[in-house]
């Protein structure tokens, strides 16, 4: 059975809970001992954030700045190790979803009407833009591997925009309320893939246009107009978190962590744009590339059009590096303010940022060879490794060994109603769901507009009340 108690020590609760206030929770009393139906039938996108976390490490080691000559062989087959452990927890992953979507249908709808937790789906591209650049890094001299490459691109890309345009969307067709405290950084779950995907794509080019320059110039026109969409939608949202940490003070222990999503943000947008204008500058002197309506332009001119493209990709990278730093600081300050805080599956909302901020610094120290940068950039390495055995550790023990960290807040009511169902010899956990569904959407067509004016019917998701379960509530104690 299920028990209500406060959530303290493992408290997974923190990638789906955005109040800033203490709540109460179904917590399953036997999760150390949950059977694997029990964990598929919690296992929320949010996990896919261990995937992406893995894969940025070995980008990460790939990238080390040190030694000048580049990384140490060792360092490239340990970051070889980190890309198939990617590959295998992507694919396992997948399994699990791929189960519970299908043996409860329910489930999918539950999961993409919940925001900000259907954001985490942003995970999912995210981690397969990961698995494309160790191709490219470990199978350079592969032309099958560059094809692969530029396929899983495509997919990645057909993804990317489903979290990035079709996922917001539906959820502005929803009849849900949120409040600026409901404002967090895992907002920004669905718009960074789509800078991730561009960067992806950057990496691919010069690899690409050996063996088909059309397919790399149509690579490098989707990179720049998917690194628009995501900087605007980006600053969009990151605006309005810097209000949300003016006039609502920093956030609680439960949004701390996914804090540090901004800069996972503009940390791979320094590198698609880096990446980005290397090739460009490149592309320009091989193909003498020029506008259909401009006149022929000379060598020199197009070698100086080229160094322009080439030096404002450096120091926008540099730019957005140093807005990264702010949102470093400023979540580090509110993280140790925030000390001591519970482990969960939120740690790892810290992992893949810190290595996309990492790998931006040590792509921009070796152009401008400076020493602070590039000792800067190991550090960051060095940091980004040990967190991520930290975190994998207690991750193994907890999660997987333990079971105790497959627990997902927004199914607390439908866990309750399965189990009591089960006993009593009833219907399936997917029809509970149904029509628990049924009953919320005919309960919110009668309450919104009185939503829309009273301020204590705004949702509260870390409660695990639906929007239905607060109005009946409200107009009990009204009566």
Request: aromatic share 16%.
């Amino acid at each position: 059975m299920f028990n209500v108690h406060t959530s303290i020590g493992i408290d997974i609760s923190y990638f789906c809970d955005f109040t800033s206030e203490p709540h109460v929770s179904l917590v399953p009393d036997d999760a150390l001992t949950s059977t694997w139906r029990e964990r598929i039938i919690h296992f929320s996108p949010s996990w896919f954030t261990v995937c992406m976390g893995t894969g940025a490490m070995s980008q990460v080691l790939v990238n080390f700045p040190y030694p000048y000559s580049g990384n140490t062989r060792w360092m490239r087959d340990l970051g070889y190790c980190f890309w198939i452990l990617d590959i295998v927890l992507f694919i396992t992953f997948t399994t699990f979803s791929v189960i519970r979507y299908v043996r409860y249908p329910a489930l999918l709808r539950i999961m993409l009407l919940e925001f900000p937790a259907s954001s985490f789906l942003g995970a999912v591209p995210t981690t397969v833009n990961t698995i494309i650049v160790g191709l490219v890094f470990y199978y350079d001299y592969s032309e099958t591997a560059a094809w692969v490459a530029f396929v899983l691109f495509w997919i990645s890309v057909v993804l990317t925009i489903f979290t990035g345009v079709v996922l917001i969307l539906i959820q502005m067709f929803q009849e849900r309320l949120h409040t600026m405290n409901d404002v967090a950084g895992v907002w920004l779950m669905t718009a960074v893939p789509n800078v991730i995907t561009a960067a992806a794509g950057a990496v691919i080019l010069p690899y690409l246009y050996v063996i088909n320059e059309k397919a790399a110039v149509s690579v490098l026109v989707v990179c720049f107009l998917l690194w628009g969409l995501g900087m605007s939608q980006i600053h969009m949202i990151l605006a309005i978190y810097f209000w949300r940490l003016i006039s609502k003070k920093t956030p609680s222990q439960r949004f701390i962590l996914s804090g540090y999503m901004p800069i996972a943000a503009l940390g791979q947008a320094s590198l698609a744009i880096y990446h980005m204008s290397i090739f460009f500058c490149d592309y320009l002197q091989k193909s003498r590339f020029v506008p259909t309506h401009s006149r022929t332009v000379s060598d020199q001119t197009l070698a100086a059009i080229g160094e322009m493209i080439y030096w404002f990709g450096l120091l926008t990278a540099l730019f957005l590096l140093a807005h990264a730093s702010f949102w470093l600081v400023q979540n580090t300050t509110a993280f140790i303010y925030a000390w001591p805080m519970p482990f969960n599956i939120g740690w790892w909302s810290f992992t893949f940022p810190f290595a996309a901020y990492t790998n931006g610094w040590a792509v921009v120290a070796r152009d401008f060879r400076n020493e602070g940068m590039r000792g800067w950039a190991a550090m960051l390495g060095v940091l980004c490794i040990i967190f991520w055995f930290y975190v994998a550790t207690f991750t193994a023990y907890l999660g997987f060994w333990k079971g105790s960290m497959f627990y997902d807040p927004a199914l607390a009511d439908w866990s309750v109603k399965e189990k009591e169902v089960d006993a009593a010899g009833g219907m399936a956990v997917q029809d509970v769901v149904v029509e628990r569904l049924e009953d919320e959407e005919a309960g919110i067509r009668k309450s919104v507009k009185r939503s829309l004016s009273d301020d204590s019917g705004f949702s509260s998701y870390s409660s695990g009340e639906s929007l239905v379960d607060q109005h009946g509530r409200d107009s009990s104690s009204r009566k």
